[in-house]
């Protein structure tokens, strides 16, 4: 006859490598929910930047061809209410983060903001453009997403020669037409993915890119054709995406 008391139970040695065991299968299981999470935002990220392409494209066809453009001292809107309570204006660059303010006449801010982000926790489902901070709001109707200035200003900036002391001859604005390679020029890139993620390299780090024809594609700026400095000196240090050999007349990737 069996005596349960007999019956003995784990040892401690043999709880110990219990654990042992579990938290090695967590180690291992972890890094792939982490990846399999960061995947699946990286597809909401590639839809949200070709629904960009075809809110691009509208904009295009109701501006008469002109890819988006404001000149310099123009006031951007950086909340969606009506009338504007909420504006900021800058230098001529700065349309690469205030560029979706060009765009509230073709896609309403509260309806199309959630798009031109990335998904990002920092953001509220409800008024995206509107993230807290420290010390008031974060990003003031800055999306995920920054607008090449290769096409804001016209080509001749970036191509050989001396400095260019007439600035109204070149901060002007680019035709689509004049665009001569769409497949190969980003127009609209992730500017926050080494804020939401770890990147060991902003250039290795793989982000989200939309192209004037309208197709996106995750790729390094590390691997786009090298930059060249800009005939203007306050452009800094060349930058890929931005400084485009030829402007908008040169590629970005081969």
């Known amino acids: ?14 709880i110990l490598v219990s654990i042992g065991i579990i938290a ?7 890094p792939a929910l982490s990846g399999a999470r960061q995947r699946a935002r990286d597809v909401v990220g590639l839809s949200n930047l070709r629904q960009t392409g075809l809110v691009m494209e509208s904009y295009v066809k109701s501006y008469d061809g002109w890819l988006p453009f404001a000149s310099e001292g123009t006031w951007f809107r950086i909340t969606p209410r009506e009338p504007p309570d909420a504006l900021t204006s800058g230098i001529h660059w700065d349309l690469s983060n205030y560029w979706s303010s060009l765009f509230h006449e073709v896609a309403p801010w509260p309806e199309w903001f959630q798009v031109w982000t990335y998904p990002d926790p920092r953001r509220p489902g409800v008024e995206p453009w509107d993230v807290p901070g420290h010390d008031g709001p974060l990003y003031d109707g800055i999306s995920s997403l920054r607008y090449s200035r290769a096409l804001f200003a016209r080509p001749q900036i970036w191509e050989v020669g001396e400095m ?5 001859s070149v901060l002007r604005g680019v035709r689509m037409n004049e665009v001569r390679f769409p497949s190969s020029k980003v127009s609209l890139f992730d500017g926050e993915l080494c804020v939401r993620v770890r990147c060991d390299s902003e250039l290795e780090a793989k982000r989200g890119m939309l192209f004037l024809d309208g197709h996106a594609a995750q790729l390094a700026t590390g691997d786009a054709i090298e930059p060249v400095q800009g005939r203007m000196p306050y452009l800094g240090e060349p930058e890929p995406l931005h400084d485009t050999a030829g402007g908008a007349y040169g590629r970005d990737y081969p």
Do not use: K, T, Y
């Open 1 to 14: 006859m069996n005596d349960d008391r007999n019956h003995r139970g784990f040892s401690l040695i043999e």
């Open 24 to 30: 090695v299968l967590i180690g291992i299981a972890l």
């Open 164 to 168: 260019i002391e007439d600035r109204d």
